[in-house]
Protein backbone atom coordinates (compact mmCIF):
# COMPACT_ATOMS: atom_id res chain seq x y z
CA UNK A 1 0.00 0.00 0.00
CA UNK A 2 1.19 3.89 -0.60
CA UNK A 3 2.78 5.16 2.18
CA UNK A 4 4.21 1.46 3.96
CA UNK A 5 7.60 0.23 3.03
CA UNK A 6 9.09 -3.16 3.09
CA UNK A 7 12.25 -3.90 5.49
CA UNK A 8 15.27 -5.80 3.60
CA UNK A 9 18.06 -5.82 5.68
CA UNK A 10 20.63 -8.62 6.00
CA UNK A 11 23.06 -8.89 8.72
CA UNK A 12 26.72 -8.06 7.22
CA UNK A 13 27.75 -11.53 7.97
CA UNK A 14 24.84 -12.49 5.24
CA UNK A 15 25.61 -9.96 2.93
CA UNK A 16 29.35 -11.19 2.79
CA UNK A 17 28.91 -14.76 2.30
CA UNK A 18 26.08 -14.63 -0.35
CA UNK A 19 28.59 -11.92 -2.28
CA UNK A 20 31.22 -14.32 -2.07
CA UNK A 21 28.89 -17.20 -2.77
CA UNK A 22 27.69 -15.47 -6.24
CA UNK A 23 31.06 -14.33 -7.11
CA UNK A 24 32.67 -17.69 -6.87
CA UNK A 25 29.85 -19.03 -8.82
CA UNK A 26 30.69 -16.75 -11.12
CA UNK A 27 33.93 -17.25 -11.12
CA UNK A 28 33.96 -21.08 -11.22
CA UNK A 29 32.50 -20.65 -15.60
CA UNK A 30 35.71 -19.22 -16.22
CA UNK A 31 38.34 -20.52 -13.67
CA UNK A 32 36.65 -24.32 -12.74
CA UNK A 33 39.45 -24.48 -9.59
CA UNK A 34 37.21 -22.26 -8.34
CA UNK A 35 34.52 -24.07 -8.24
CA UNK A 36 36.19 -26.88 -6.33
CA UNK A 37 36.85 -24.65 -3.57
CA UNK A 38 33.45 -23.15 -3.76
CA UNK A 39 32.02 -26.70 -2.95
CA UNK A 40 34.40 -27.91 -0.89
CA UNK A 41 34.08 -24.64 1.37
CA UNK A 42 29.72 -24.68 1.05
CA UNK A 43 29.97 -28.23 2.13
CA UNK A 44 32.02 -28.17 5.15
CA UNK A 45 30.07 -24.84 5.85
CA UNK A 46 26.68 -26.15 5.96
CA UNK A 47 25.31 -22.46 5.33
CA UNK A 48 21.43 -23.17 6.05
CA UNK A 49 22.56 -24.47 9.39
CA UNK A 50 24.62 -21.29 10.48
CA UNK A 51 22.56 -17.96 11.80
CA UNK A 52 23.83 -15.93 9.05
CA UNK A 53 22.24 -18.35 6.60
CA UNK A 54 19.42 -18.63 7.97
CA UNK A 55 18.24 -14.93 6.45
CA UNK A 56 18.67 -16.66 2.72
CA UNK A 57 16.01 -19.81 3.31
CA UNK A 58 13.20 -18.27 1.71
CA UNK A 59 15.50 -18.02 -1.46
CA UNK A 60 15.33 -21.80 -1.46
CA UNK A 61 19.38 -21.96 -2.54
CA UNK A 62 20.71 -25.60 -2.80
CA UNK A 63 24.30 -24.38 -2.05
CA UNK A 64 25.96 -27.58 -3.13
CA UNK A 65 24.20 -28.60 -6.31
CA UNK A 66 24.43 -25.15 -6.95
CA UNK A 67 28.33 -25.12 -6.85
CA UNK A 68 27.92 -28.51 -8.65
CA UNK A 69 26.63 -27.41 -11.50
CA UNK A 70 28.72 -24.04 -11.63
CA UNK A 71 31.12 -26.43 -11.81
CA UNK A 72 30.34 -28.75 -14.27
CA UNK A 73 29.74 -26.06 -16.65
CA UNK A 74 32.67 -23.75 -16.05
CA UNK A 75 34.62 -27.48 -17.09
CA UNK A 76 32.67 -27.64 -20.20
CA UNK A 77 32.82 -23.33 -20.88
CA UNK A 78 36.53 -23.00 -19.88
CA UNK A 79 38.16 -26.23 -21.36
CA UNK A 80 41.17 -24.61 -21.82
CA UNK A 81 41.72 -23.96 -18.06
CA UNK A 82 40.82 -28.08 -16.87
CA UNK A 83 44.12 -30.05 -17.73
CA UNK A 84 44.73 -32.12 -19.97
CA UNK A 85 44.25 -36.27 -19.44
CA UNK A 86 45.24 -39.11 -21.77
CA UNK A 87 43.04 -41.25 -19.70
CA UNK A 88 39.38 -39.36 -19.68
CA UNK A 89 37.86 -41.71 -16.09
CA UNK A 90 40.83 -44.57 -14.86
CA UNK A 91 40.28 -47.49 -13.08
CA UNK A 92 39.47 -45.86 -9.80
CA UNK A 93 36.82 -43.39 -11.27
CA UNK A 94 35.11 -46.10 -12.91
CA UNK A 95 35.13 -48.00 -10.15
CA UNK A 96 33.33 -45.00 -8.01
CA UNK A 97 30.75 -45.07 -10.74
CA UNK A 98 30.20 -48.71 -10.69
CA UNK A 99 30.01 -48.54 -6.81
CA UNK A 100 27.27 -45.40 -7.38
CA UNK A 101 25.41 -48.05 -9.57
CA UNK A 102 25.38 -50.27 -6.73
CA UNK A 103 23.60 -47.63 -4.61
CA UNK A 104 21.00 -47.07 -6.96
CA UNK A 105 20.93 -50.49 -7.93
CA UNK A 106 20.12 -51.25 -4.82
CA UNK A 107 18.02 -48.32 -3.83
CA UNK A 108 15.60 -49.68 -6.94
CA UNK A 109 15.41 -53.13 -6.14
CA UNK A 110 14.56 -52.73 -2.09
CA UNK A 111 10.67 -52.13 -1.49
CA UNK A 112 9.80 -49.68 0.88
CA UNK A 113 13.27 -48.00 0.75
CA UNK A 114 12.90 -44.85 3.06
CA UNK A 115 13.82 -41.17 2.41
CA UNK A 116 16.89 -41.19 4.40
CA UNK A 117 18.26 -43.69 1.24
CA UNK A 118 16.60 -41.54 -1.48
CA UNK A 119 18.89 -38.77 0.05
CA UNK A 120 21.58 -40.77 0.20
CA UNK A 121 21.30 -42.49 -3.55
CA UNK A 122 20.80 -38.68 -4.70
CA UNK A 123 24.08 -37.76 -2.76
CA UNK A 124 26.24 -40.53 -4.06
CA UNK A 125 25.41 -39.20 -7.91
CA UNK A 126 26.35 -35.79 -6.87
CA UNK A 127 29.26 -37.30 -5.19
CA UNK A 128 30.42 -39.17 -8.08
CA UNK A 129 30.01 -36.54 -10.36
CA UNK A 130 32.34 -34.13 -8.17
CA UNK A 131 35.15 -36.92 -7.39
CA UNK A 132 35.48 -36.73 -11.53
CA UNK A 133 36.07 -33.04 -11.43
CA UNK A 134 38.26 -33.01 -8.63
CA UNK A 135 40.72 -35.72 -9.70
CA UNK A 136 40.61 -33.75 -12.96
CA UNK A 137 41.14 -30.41 -11.62
CA UNK A 138 43.33 -32.03 -8.94
CA UNK A 139 45.92 -33.72 -11.41
CA UNK A 140 48.35 -30.50 -11.83
CA UNK A 141 50.67 -29.16 -9.29
CA UNK A 142 48.97 -25.80 -8.39
CA UNK A 143 45.67 -27.12 -8.20
CA UNK A 144 46.53 -29.90 -5.54
CA UNK A 145 48.22 -27.21 -3.20
CA UNK A 146 44.77 -25.35 -4.10
CA UNK A 147 43.08 -28.79 -2.29
CA UNK A 148 45.44 -28.85 0.40
CA UNK A 149 44.85 -25.36 1.65
CA UNK A 150 41.12 -25.60 1.19
CA UNK A 151 40.97 -28.36 3.66
CA UNK A 152 43.32 -25.95 5.71
CA UNK A 153 40.68 -23.22 5.38
CA UNK A 154 37.37 -25.01 6.00
CA UNK A 155 39.48 -26.66 9.22
CA UNK A 156 39.72 -23.01 10.20
CA UNK A 157 36.16 -22.54 10.01
CA UNK A 158 34.81 -25.45 11.44
CA UNK A 159 37.37 -25.16 14.09
CA UNK A 160 36.34 -21.43 15.05
CA UNK A 161 32.87 -22.65 14.87
CA UNK A 162 33.30 -25.10 17.33
CA UNK A 163 35.12 -23.24 19.63
CA UNK A 164 31.97 -20.68 19.82
CA UNK A 165 29.48 -23.19 20.26
CA UNK A 166 26.90 -23.17 23.24
CA UNK A 167 26.16 -24.91 25.55
CA UNK A 168 23.13 -26.54 23.81
CA UNK A 169 25.55 -27.92 21.19
CA UNK A 170 27.15 -30.27 23.58
CA UNK A 171 25.36 -33.75 24.70
CA UNK A 172 27.01 -35.71 27.60
CA UNK A 173 29.65 -33.38 27.43
CA UNK A 174 30.32 -34.47 23.54
CA UNK A 175 30.03 -31.26 21.10
CA UNK A 176 27.52 -32.01 18.42
CA UNK A 177 26.25 -29.87 15.80
CA UNK A 178 29.15 -27.84 13.91
CA UNK A 179 30.13 -27.92 10.47
CA UNK A 180 28.62 -29.65 7.32
CA UNK A 181 25.77 -32.61 7.44
CA UNK A 182 28.50 -35.08 7.91
CA UNK A 183 29.72 -33.29 10.66
CA UNK A 184 26.54 -32.94 12.79
CA UNK A 185 27.50 -35.61 15.42
CA UNK A 186 30.44 -35.88 17.41
CA UNK A 187 32.08 -39.02 15.64
CA UNK A 188 31.98 -37.79 12.14
CA UNK A 189 33.24 -34.39 13.43
CA UNK A 190 36.08 -35.24 15.20
CA UNK A 191 37.08 -38.25 12.45
CA UNK A 192 37.59 -35.41 9.79
CA UNK A 193 39.00 -33.08 11.52
CA UNK A 194 42.15 -36.15 12.77
CA UNK A 195 42.14 -37.22 9.25
CA UNK A 196 42.81 -33.33 7.90
CA UNK A 197 45.71 -33.17 10.93
CA UNK A 198 48.48 -35.18 7.91
CA UNK A 199 47.20 -32.68 5.38
CA UNK A 200 47.94 -29.43 7.58
CA UNK A 201 51.39 -30.69 8.75
CA UNK A 202 52.10 -31.71 5.21
CA UNK A 203 50.68 -28.11 4.28
CA UNK A 204 53.22 -26.13 7.36
CA UNK A 205 56.26 -27.98 6.19
CA UNK A 206 55.86 -27.46 2.65
CA UNK A 207 54.95 -23.72 2.86
CA UNK A 208 57.92 -21.56 3.38
CA UNK A 209 56.43 -17.90 4.23
CA UNK A 210 55.99 -17.59 7.93
CA UNK A 211 52.90 -15.72 7.84
CA UNK A 212 51.18 -18.73 5.46
CA UNK A 213 52.69 -21.16 8.34
CA UNK A 214 51.16 -19.28 10.60
CA UNK A 215 47.53 -20.18 8.86
CA UNK A 216 48.35 -23.68 8.78
CA UNK A 217 49.32 -23.72 12.66
CA UNK A 218 46.12 -22.30 13.69
CA UNK A 219 44.38 -24.56 11.31
CA UNK A 220 46.28 -27.72 13.16
CA UNK A 221 45.27 -26.06 16.98
CA UNK A 222 41.40 -25.27 15.95
CA UNK A 223 41.50 -29.24 14.48
CA UNK A 224 43.17 -30.70 17.42
CA UNK A 225 40.61 -28.54 20.03
CA UNK A 226 37.65 -30.07 18.06
CA UNK A 227 38.56 -33.55 18.42
CA UNK A 228 39.53 -32.90 22.17
CA UNK A 229 35.70 -31.48 22.56
CA UNK A 230 33.96 -34.16 20.65
CA UNK A 231 36.01 -36.71 22.99
CA UNK A 232 35.02 -39.71 20.54
CA UNK A 233 37.16 -42.88 20.50
CA UNK A 234 37.32 -43.54 17.05
CA UNK A 235 39.23 -40.29 16.09
CA UNK A 236 41.64 -41.06 18.89
CA UNK A 237 42.08 -44.73 17.66
CA UNK A 238 42.64 -43.74 14.12
CA UNK A 239 45.45 -40.74 15.24
CA UNK A 240 46.95 -43.44 17.12
CA UNK A 241 47.80 -45.88 14.13
CA UNK A 242 48.25 -42.87 11.87
CA UNK A 243 50.50 -41.70 14.33
CA UNK A 244 52.75 -44.94 14.64
CA UNK A 245 52.70 -45.36 11.22
CA UNK A 246 53.75 -41.68 10.71
CA UNK A 247 57.10 -42.31 12.94
CA UNK A 248 57.86 -45.81 11.26
CA UNK A 249 57.97 -44.28 7.37
CA UNK A 250 58.78 -40.48 7.77
CA UNK A 251 60.36 -39.72 3.98
CA UNK A 252 64.10 -39.12 4.44
CA UNK A 253 65.08 -35.63 4.38
CA UNK A 254 62.22 -35.14 6.19
CA UNK A 255 62.73 -37.04 9.43
CA UNK A 256 63.47 -33.98 11.70
CA UNK A 257 61.41 -32.19 10.23
CA UNK A 258 58.54 -34.30 11.09
CA UNK A 259 59.65 -35.73 14.68
CA UNK A 260 59.95 -32.20 15.89
CA UNK A 261 56.05 -31.30 14.39
CA UNK A 262 55.19 -34.30 15.60
CA UNK A 263 56.25 -33.91 19.20
CA UNK A 264 54.99 -30.55 19.54
CA UNK A 265 51.53 -31.44 18.03
CA UNK A 266 51.57 -33.77 20.66
CA UNK A 267 52.36 -31.42 23.53
CA UNK A 268 49.78 -28.85 22.31
CA UNK A 269 47.16 -31.91 22.30
CA UNK A 270 48.22 -32.62 25.77
CA UNK A 271 47.85 -28.95 27.10
CA UNK A 272 44.04 -28.89 25.35
CA UNK A 273 43.22 -31.91 26.64
CA UNK A 274 41.28 -31.79 29.99
CA UNK A 275 40.64 -34.73 32.33
CA UNK A 276 37.19 -35.49 30.52
CA UNK A 277 38.85 -36.36 27.63
CA UNK A 278 41.25 -38.37 29.22
CA UNK A 279 38.94 -40.32 31.34
CA UNK A 280 36.83 -41.54 28.12
CA UNK A 281 39.86 -42.44 26.36
CA UNK A 282 41.77 -44.25 28.45
CA UNK A 283 38.64 -47.04 28.64
CA UNK A 284 40.11 -48.34 25.30
CA UNK A 285 42.91 -49.69 27.31
CA UNK A 286 40.26 -51.59 29.75
CA UNK A 287 38.95 -54.69 28.38
CA UNK A 288 37.47 -55.72 31.16
CA UNK A 289 35.09 -52.65 31.52
CA UNK A 290 33.87 -52.66 27.93
CA UNK A 291 30.42 -54.57 29.31
CA UNK A 292 29.34 -52.19 31.66
CA UNK A 293 30.52 -49.17 29.30
CA UNK A 294 27.38 -48.40 27.23
CA UNK A 295 28.69 -47.15 24.34
CA UNK A 296 31.27 -49.76 23.56
CA UNK A 297 28.76 -52.31 24.45
CA UNK A 298 26.22 -51.15 22.06
CA UNK A 299 28.63 -50.59 19.47
CA UNK A 300 29.43 -54.65 19.82
CA UNK A 301 25.85 -55.47 20.04
CA UNK A 302 25.15 -53.87 16.88
CA UNK A 303 28.30 -55.17 14.90
CA UNK A 304 26.49 -58.98 16.34
CA UNK A 305 23.02 -57.53 14.25
CA UNK A 306 25.15 -56.53 11.27
CA UNK A 307 26.26 -60.08 10.73
CA UNK A 308 23.21 -61.78 11.80
CA UNK A 309 21.42 -59.52 8.81
CA UNK A 310 24.37 -60.31 6.16
CA UNK A 311 23.98 -63.72 6.98
CA UNK A 312 20.10 -63.17 6.08
CA UNK A 313 20.72 -60.77 3.20
CA UNK A 314 23.67 -61.57 1.16
CA UNK A 315 23.13 -58.86 -1.27
CA UNK A 316 21.69 -56.11 1.24
CA UNK A 317 18.84 -54.71 2.70
CA UNK A 318 19.37 -51.57 0.59
CA UNK A 319 20.71 -47.93 0.88
CA UNK A 320 20.10 -46.26 4.02
CA UNK A 321 17.63 -49.55 5.60
CA UNK A 322 20.58 -51.02 7.81
CA UNK A 323 18.37 -48.43 10.55
CA UNK A 324 14.55 -49.95 9.15
CA UNK A 325 16.17 -53.45 9.74
CA UNK A 326 18.37 -53.19 12.35
CA UNK A 327 14.81 -53.61 15.30
CA UNK A 328 13.86 -57.18 13.70
CA UNK A 329 16.86 -58.48 15.24
CA UNK A 330 15.76 -57.27 18.91
CA UNK A 331 15.30 -60.24 20.76
CA UNK A 332 15.54 -58.65 24.28
CA UNK A 333 19.42 -60.04 25.12
CA UNK A 334 21.01 -56.85 23.84
CA UNK A 335 21.41 -54.20 26.52
CA UNK A 336 22.43 -50.83 24.96
CA UNK A 337 21.79 -52.33 20.97
CA UNK A 338 18.03 -50.92 21.01
CA UNK A 339 17.87 -48.45 23.63
CA UNK A 340 17.58 -45.38 21.07
CA UNK A 341 15.62 -46.17 17.98
CA UNK A 342 16.93 -45.67 14.27
CA UNK A 343 20.48 -46.66 15.36
CA UNK A 344 23.42 -47.38 12.83
CA UNK A 345 26.17 -49.87 12.42
CA UNK A 346 29.08 -48.02 13.91
CA UNK A 347 31.31 -49.24 11.45
CA UNK A 348 31.56 -48.07 7.81
CA UNK A 349 32.74 -51.53 6.10
CA UNK A 350 29.70 -53.51 7.94
CA UNK A 351 27.14 -51.29 7.10
CA UNK A 352 28.56 -51.26 3.43
CA UNK A 353 28.12 -55.08 3.57
CA UNK A 354 24.63 -54.91 5.05
CA UNK A 355 23.20 -52.50 3.05
CA UNK A 356 25.04 -53.20 -0.40
CA UNK A 357 25.56 -56.62 -0.10
CA UNK A 358 28.80 -58.88 -1.17
CA UNK A 359 29.12 -57.16 -4.06
CA UNK A 360 29.08 -53.86 -3.06
CA UNK A 361 31.41 -54.43 -0.67
CA UNK A 362 33.20 -56.03 -2.89
CA UNK A 363 33.91 -53.25 -4.85
CA UNK A 364 34.43 -50.62 -2.21
CA UNK A 365 37.43 -52.82 -1.06
CA UNK A 366 38.93 -52.68 -4.35
CA UNK A 367 38.76 -49.09 -4.35
CA UNK A 368 41.07 -48.74 -1.33
CA UNK A 369 43.39 -51.20 -2.68
CA UNK A 370 43.36 -49.42 -5.41
CA UNK A 371 44.47 -45.93 -3.50
CA UNK A 372 46.52 -47.82 -1.90
CA UNK A 373 48.58 -48.55 -4.69
CA UNK A 374 48.35 -45.54 -6.50
CA UNK A 375 50.20 -43.93 -2.75
CA UNK A 376 52.94 -46.82 -3.66
CA UNK A 377 53.00 -45.46 -7.21
CA UNK A 378 53.27 -41.79 -5.70
CA UNK A 379 56.34 -42.38 -3.61
CA UNK A 380 57.90 -44.05 -6.78
CA UNK A 381 57.20 -41.35 -8.90
CA UNK A 382 58.39 -38.53 -6.04
CA UNK A 383 61.86 -39.19 -6.79
CA UNK A 384 61.27 -38.32 -10.60
CA UNK A 385 59.01 -35.07 -10.13
CA UNK A 386 59.89 -31.95 -10.44
CA UNK A 387 60.18 -31.26 -6.61
CA UNK A 388 61.04 -34.51 -5.15
CA UNK A 389 61.77 -33.15 -1.71
CA UNK A 390 58.47 -31.66 -1.76
CA UNK A 391 56.79 -34.51 -3.37
CA UNK A 392 57.93 -37.49 -1.20
CA UNK A 393 55.88 -35.49 1.87
CA UNK A 394 52.83 -35.23 -0.07
CA UNK A 395 52.40 -38.36 -0.53
CA UNK A 396 53.25 -38.90 2.75
CA UNK A 397 50.45 -36.85 4.21
CA UNK A 398 48.08 -38.20 1.69
CA UNK A 399 49.13 -41.86 3.05
CA UNK A 400 48.82 -40.30 6.81
CA UNK A 401 45.20 -38.81 6.24
CA UNK A 402 43.77 -42.14 4.82
CA UNK A 403 45.12 -44.55 7.27
CA UNK A 404 43.32 -41.87 9.80
CA UNK A 405 40.14 -42.12 7.66
CA UNK A 406 40.23 -46.13 7.03
CA UNK A 407 41.38 -46.64 10.93
CA UNK A 408 38.45 -44.53 12.48
CA UNK A 409 35.95 -45.76 9.98
CA UNK A 410 35.86 -49.13 11.59
CA UNK A 411 34.30 -47.55 14.89
CA UNK A 412 31.63 -44.85 12.80
CA UNK A 413 29.46 -44.83 9.83
CA UNK A 414 31.67 -42.82 6.95
CA UNK A 415 30.38 -44.57 4.03
CA UNK A 416 28.39 -42.38 2.31
CA UNK A 417 30.33 -39.43 3.69
CA UNK A 418 31.67 -36.91 1.38
CA UNK A 419 35.31 -36.16 2.55
CA UNK A 420 35.87 -39.15 3.29
CA UNK A 421 36.16 -39.96 -0.57
CA UNK A 422 37.58 -37.02 -0.65
CA UNK A 423 40.32 -38.04 1.31
CA UNK A 424 40.50 -41.25 -0.86
CA UNK A 425 40.81 -38.98 -4.11
CA UNK A 426 43.89 -37.02 -3.31
CA UNK A 427 46.35 -39.97 -3.95
CA UNK A 428 44.62 -40.07 -7.37
CA UNK A 429 44.92 -37.16 -8.18
CA UNK A 430 48.78 -36.79 -6.86
CA UNK A 431 49.16 -39.82 -9.02
CA UNK A 432 48.35 -38.31 -11.86
CA UNK A 433 50.45 -35.09 -11.08
CA UNK A 434 53.39 -36.88 -10.66
CA UNK A 435 52.84 -39.29 -13.69
CA UNK A 436 52.34 -36.15 -16.32
CA UNK A 437 55.50 -34.25 -14.87
CA UNK A 438 57.79 -37.43 -15.11
CA UNK A 439 56.24 -38.12 -18.46
CA UNK A 440 57.44 -34.73 -19.68
CA UNK A 441 60.85 -34.89 -17.70
CA UNK A 442 61.39 -37.70 -20.16
CA UNK A 443 60.45 -35.95 -23.47
CA UNK A 444 62.11 -33.41 -22.49
CA UNK A 445 65.55 -35.42 -21.36
CA UNK A 446 67.86 -35.78 -24.82
CA UNK A 447 68.19 -39.22 -25.71
CA UNK A 448 71.63 -40.39 -25.29
CA UNK A 449 72.00 -43.87 -24.85
CA UNK A 450 69.19 -46.79 -24.15
CA UNK A 451 68.83 -48.18 -20.37
CA UNK A 452 70.32 -51.37 -21.88
CA UNK A 453 73.37 -51.91 -24.94
CA UNK A 454 74.72 -55.32 -25.67
CA UNK A 455 77.78 -52.95 -26.79
CA UNK A 456 77.67 -51.15 -23.42
CA UNK A 457 77.54 -54.62 -20.85
CA UNK A 458 78.48 -52.06 -17.89
CA UNK A 459 76.20 -49.35 -18.99
CA UNK A 460 72.63 -48.82 -17.53
CA UNK A 461 70.32 -45.89 -16.55
CA UNK A 462 69.44 -46.09 -13.22
CA UNK A 463 66.20 -45.49 -12.57
CA UNK A 464 65.13 -45.53 -8.64
CA UNK A 465 62.08 -47.49 -7.69
CA UNK A 466 61.25 -47.29 -3.73
CA UNK A 467 64.01 -49.53 -2.93
CA UNK A 468 66.73 -47.44 -4.25
CA UNK A 469 68.55 -44.91 -1.75
CA UNK A 470 67.14 -41.97 -3.00
CA UNK A 471 63.48 -42.95 -2.66
CA UNK A 472 63.29 -45.00 1.02
CA UNK A 473 61.39 -43.69 3.33
CA UNK A 474 62.53 -45.26 6.21
Known amino acids: MLGQTTTFLWPLKTCMFFAAFVCACGLSLVFPIVGIVNYMLVYQLHPGKMWWGQPLEDLGIRYSMTAAMCLVLGMLLSGGRVPRSKTLLGSWL ?89 FRESSGLAVHMAAMIPLIGVVFMVTKAKQWRAVAVLSGILAINTIVLCRTRSAFVGLLVGGSIALLMVPRGWRLKVYSVIIVGCIGAFSLADEHFWSRMTTIMRPDDYASDGAIQSRIELWTVAREMFLDHPFGVGVGRFKDYAHLYNTGEYLYA ?52 ASRLLAYGCFLSVIVYLTSAAFTDRLYTESFWWVLAMPVCLERLLTAEVIEQEELEPELTPAWDPMYDDEFINIPTADSPRCAFT
Open 94 to 182: LLVLFFTGIVLWSFALNPGTTDYGAILADKMVKMAIFLICLVRMGSVRGNFKVLLWTFVIGTIVIGYDALGAPQDDFADGRLNFVGGPD
Open 338 to 389: FEEPGRVAHNSYLLCITELGIHGFAVFVVIICIVLVKLRRCFQLACEADEPH
